[in-house]
């Protein structure tokens, strides 16, 4: 299925820089199954972004939204968030 995932994050510091709010956004062609296991990591992990992403150490809020965006996609739009 396809996906648009749409990443916002507040208050980060990369490489020693703060930034006051990222956003990303980007499409993948994924499984029903790999969407569920990313979002699991995501809820239960409390290092989810620094520990995939260089030179990211600190992060305030941020959300991750993952919206279906073709026909196989008729389990609605799942949006997880997280905080400090």
Sequence with gaps: MRVRYILSMENLRV???LIESLVVDWEDD???E?????S???IT???FLTDRMNGLTEVGESSLTIEPIDAEAVNGIQ????SP
């Design 34 to 38: 790999e969407i569920m296991k990313q």
């Design 40 to 42: 699991q990591k995501w």
């Design 45 to 47: 992990s409390r290092n």
């Design 79 to 82: 949006e997880l968030s997280t």
């Design 30 to 32: 994924t499984s029903h």
């Design 15 to 17: 490489h020693g820089e």
